[in-house]
């Protein structure tokens, strides 16, 4: 029994995403909603009804919970938490139409759940669905945006380094399940950029190769996306990035702690993570195009083609490539800030400004800073007049003089945009781990 409840939630999630990305008049949705609707006919064959809750941060259906499907789905459970919704019964006679309705009102906008989603569900003819809060004394509601979006990104994390060992162990992939994670973080990126952007700036204590290529991947659809790319082509390029170095995770499990200076046989070798990347991603052509292939191959070609791999011919770097290249140096190098060398964002965007037109793309470089502000969101930084201040949002005019909000000391608190107050300016950047740490939690 238990197997086909599970299997009925899965298609619907299945459903769900399919929905999201394709839109419920798509020939994808009304496959995946006759596949649900079969799983559903076989629970509801052997009973009354079906009860589905979320507690916490899973999956419950009576007293079981299903821990690994909330491990996987934790994305599309807080997408359901947010939207108020924490139960879902489904009753003997429900229809195909009643379910594909129903999952057209949860992949409608958030205001629909402001009303009673029950109501709309009654008047659109559902009466074999009802939705809802759990009757139980809910947990930790307040500040939830916050929370939200911390544990959405941690689950794309792991939602995605599922699919990368996958990729490594030659398994099999779930394409719609990685895009839908991407989606999620672009839906953050339209609406609370300055969050997740935010918490990219805070993560940086974790510095596995996972999240250098989540990392990545987010700052490539960002920046494709105010590049002006459409939704569709940004996830391809958000896919694309986040494989990018796929190669090098194969090549660095075998090759753990290496001393530091490598000889010219193991640079060579860690040079094929390239090579080695795009042979890897044409396996996953057919599911997630060729653009992963070759950026894969191209991302250390450089804008002059004079990095790796050599070519015979000159040839020049897809764009895609040279976004990914330069969200690559750029993640690569803001890393290494609280470690031994203390990379400050001006010491980033110097050493990315001496390789612009070899390295990088000129004018993608440019729009690159403008795009990601000098100081990026989150930043601690000291101004002349010796306050502090966190870095609000960046101002495309003017790189250097971003909206900041200061925070020390706490009479002055209060939002500026320097670009109006040019009295004031930014002195230097504070490290996050050190001087700047008591001041993170504004
Ligand atoms: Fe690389
Ligand atoms: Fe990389």
Excluded at 225 to 241: N, P, T, Y
Excluded at 315 to 328: F, G, L, N, P, Y
Aim: with cysteine.
């Amino acid at each position: 029994m238990l197997a086909k409840v599970e299997k009925a939630f899965k298609e619907l999630l299945a459903c769900f995403q399919t929905a999201k990305l394709y839109g419920i008049v798509h020939p994808m949705f009304q496959k995946s909603l006759d596949k649900s609707y079969a799983a559903f006919e076989d629970v509801l064959a052997l009973r009354q009804e079906m009860i589905i809750g979320i507690v916490g941060d899973e999956l419950a259906f009576e007293k079981e919970i299903f821990f690994d499907l909330g491990k996987l789905l934790r994305p599309a459970i807080l997408y359901l938490k947010e939207r108020n919704i924490e139960r879902f019964a489904f009753y003997r006679g429900l229809s195909k139409d009643e379910l594909g309705k129903f999952v057209g009102v949860l992949v409608g906008p958030k205001e629909y759940f402001k009303a009673d989603p029950q109501m709309l569900l009654a008047h659109l003819g559902v009466k074999n669905i009802s939705i809802g809060k759990l009757k139980i004394n809910d947990q930790k509601d307040n500040d939830f945006f916050t929370g939200g979006q911390l544990e959405l990104y941690n689950s794309s994390v792991d939602r995605v380094s599922q699919v990368l060992s996958s990729v490594l162990n030659s398994e099999k992939i779930d394409p719609l399940g990685l895009k839908f994670s991407l989606n999620n973080i672009i839906d953050g990126l339209g609406t609370q950029r300055q969050e997740l952007l935010k918490l990219i700036t805070v993560k940086r204590y974790d510095v596995e190769i996972y999240v250098h290529m989540l990392n990545v991947s987010i700052f490539a659809m960002y920046f494709s996306s105010r590049l002006g790319f459409e939704k569709d082509d940004i996830l391809d390029i958000g896919v694309a990035a986040l494989f990018h170095d796929i190669g090098k995770l194969y090549i660095s499990r075998k090759t753990l702690h290496k001393p530091d200076k490598l000889s010219e046989q193991e640079f060579s070798r860690i040079k094929s993570h390239t090579v080695l990347g795009a042979e890897f991603m044409f396996e996953y052509v057919d599911s997630l195009g060729i653009l992963p292939v070759v950026v894969s191959f191209e991302h250390h070609l450089k804008y002059d083609s004079s990095g790796y791999p050599r070519l015979p011919l000159l040839r020049k770097q897809h764009i895609v490539s040279s976004i990914v290249a330069i969200c690559d140096v750029y993640d690569a190098l803001s890393q290494r800030r609280g470690y031994k060398q203390d990379y400050s964002p001006d010491v980033v965007y110097n050493i990315m400004n001496k390789d612009k037109g070899s390295s990088f793309d000129p004018e993608l470089l440019d729009k690159f800073f403008r795009v990601m502000g000098f100081w990026p969101i989150g930043s601690v930084v000291a101004l002349n007049d010796g306050s502090i201040a966190l870095v609000r949002d960046e101002n495309e005019s003017d790189i250097r003089r971003p909206k900041i909000e200061i925070v020390s000391p706490v009479d002055k608190k209060r939002l500026v945009d320097l670009t109006q107050e040019t009295a004031l300016s930014i002195q230097r950047y504070l490290n996050p781990w050190k001087e700047g740490k008591e001041y993170l939690s504004h």
